[in-house]
């Protein structure tokens, strides 16, 4: 049971906002609310169904787990209800399926190319050391000239709408299979795959309702401190009252912000010059995710494909009614859901993204000419956010802004609020949720945000 008397505020009823309700009930804390914009809970783990009867998330969401609180957590809402699976990646290049990850699967590919990474790989491993400044380097240094060019650089342009140069390589942690040399020779000499990697070898997926069924049951144990349709106006720093667009006031002692981070700034008053100049520093791209239903079985077992070439637009197809039966209306039918990103650096016109998703499947076999037919509902929807990108003034700009927050009270945490992609996914933001509260309430150190960048530049600002 909590002692402490203090108001807290939380904006947006995300994973991450609904993490700090939910560690907040369990304290017994009473004094505390969620403004949320939207009309529903989940933020970018929400999940809908259409008129079709046809069930999307914006974009594959997988379960990674690092937590043992999440876990139970997940444990707790999911109960029996859940799907578990064994991941299928696959990579779609030259006209073919390779196993993922690519670097470890060379041998399927045309022997031109298998040349060209595999002498680029040599290369690189006997070059002398060089500074890494950024993404593009990172990659050159440890992939060489030949992974570099026919995977590497393509597929992270399709996925972040940034050139690599753009991007810094403090991220990349788990998000990334690097190279082991002898896993590629034994590949390619041996012909011995490596087929699985990486943090999720196997998920849990909720049964019915997609991704967005364990935060509507958060919604359901916390419905009595959320307030839905509430967007949040302004934030005065200095009175410490959060104001919404219809006028009302929450003060607070302690705030959670989880809206983007720039978009925090924007509303924020009286923020200093060099804050509001430290946030152009902080980039973004968007996305257009597509989902098509199609009326016949998938015809596959695999979970998702990664698409590095420019031919199509997406990046990454999802078979989402592999995941669960009931992503779809009736047994036996298709749903596919694709993922395209947008910048000014990559822009993808939304009035034409549909059309071209559909004939990108069918020219990557994904779909058939007669499959147009059976179609039975498309779904689009276009977060203008929904990477945070790891920019090469990202650490700097954070370093600037968010201990000017902490200063005011403001701990801006979460996907978009800590701006941190490396612990963006949705058991890094439900627990940043939680533990701002440890921190908030009982001074614990908090262990999963990570303070990039503090001391680089404006330490001190007013
Ligand atoms: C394409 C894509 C694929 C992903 N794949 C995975 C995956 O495979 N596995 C995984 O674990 N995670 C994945 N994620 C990440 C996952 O969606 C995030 O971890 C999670 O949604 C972040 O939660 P959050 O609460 O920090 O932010 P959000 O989900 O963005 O929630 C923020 C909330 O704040 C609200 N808000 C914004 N402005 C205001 C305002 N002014 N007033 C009030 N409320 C406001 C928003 O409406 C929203 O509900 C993926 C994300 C994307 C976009």
């Not at 020779?185 to 070898?201: A, H």
């Not at 839905?228 to 929450?250: E, F, Q, W």
């Not at 100049?277 to 199609?294: D, K």
């Not at 700097?396 to 701990?411: M, N, V, Y």
Request: proline share 6%; glycine share 10%; aromatic share 10%.
């Amino acid at each position: 049971m909590s002692t402490s008397k203090d108001r807290i505020v939380i904006i947006g009823a995300g994973p991450t906002g609904l993490g700090a309700g939910w560690r907040l009930q369990e304290l017994g804390h009473e004094d505390w609310v969620i403004l949320e914009a939207s009309d529903r809970v989940g933020g970018l783990a929400t999940s809908f169904t259409d008129d079709a009867g046809f069930t999307y998330d914006i974009g594959g969401h997988v379960m990674f787990s690092h937590y043992d609180y999440y876990d139970r957590l997940v444990e707790k809402l999911m109960g029996p209800d859940y799907t578990e699976l064994d991941r299928e990646a696959w990579v779609w290049m030259e006209d073919r399926f390779i196993p993922y990850p690519f670097q470890n699967n060379l041998a399927d590919l045309e022997p031109q190319t298998v040349f060209e990474c595999v002498n680029g790989l040599i290369a690189a491993q006997k070059a002398a050391a060089r500074p890494v400044e950024n993404f593009r380097d990172w990659v050159d240094t440890v992939f060489g000239e030949g992974i570099a060019e026919h995977f590497m650089l393509p597929y992270n342009f399709k996925v972040w709408a940034t050139p690599a140069e753009l991007m810094n390589h403090v991220w990349i942690g788990e998000r990334v299979s690097v190279v082991d040399v002898e896993a590629v020779l034994r590949n390619v000499i041996l012909r011995q795959g490596e087929r699985s990697w990486g943090p999720n070898n196997t998920f849990r997926y909720p049964l019915r309702g997609g991704t967005g069924f364990l935060y509507d049951g958060m919604h359901a144990a916390l419905e009595d401190h959320i307030r839905l349709d509430t967007p949040v106006a302004s934030v005065d720093p200095v009175a410490k009252v959060v104001r919404t667009a219809d006028g009302t006031t929450y003060p607070y002692d302690h705030l959670l912000s989880t809206m983007p981070l720039t978009s925090l700034i924007e509303v924020t008053e009286s923020v200093p010059a060099a804050i509001t100049e430290a946030a152009q520093g902080l980039h973004w791209s968007g996305s257009h995710i597509v989902g098509v239903g199609i009326d016949r079985p998938a015809g596959s077992t695999k979970n998702w494909i990664y698409f590095p070439e420019p031919d199509v637009p997406f990046y990454r197809v999802t078979y989402l009614s592999n995941y669960s039966p009931y992503m779809t209306a009736k047994p036996d039918q298709t749903l596919l859901l694709t993922e395209t990103s947008q910048s000014g650096h990559k822009p993808e016109p939304a009035d034409t993204i549909v059309e071209r998703v559909i004939d990108g499947l069918i020219s990557t076999g994904l779909m058939t000419e007669d499959d147009r037919d059976k179609i039975v509902t498309t779904w689009l929807c276009s977060p203008e956010k929904s990477y945070p990108v790891p920019s090469t003034t990202r650490d700097a700009s954070l370093g600037t802004i968010q201990p000017w927050l902490r200063e005011q009270g403001i701990w801006s945490r979460g996907r978009d609020g800590a701006w941190l992609y490396e612990i963006g996914n949705m058991d890094h933001s439900t627990m940043q949720g939680v533990a701002f509260v440890d921190n908030a309430l009982a001074g614990d150190p908090e262990t999963v945000w990570i303070p990039r960048g503090e001391g680089q530049a404006g330490e001190g600002i007013r």
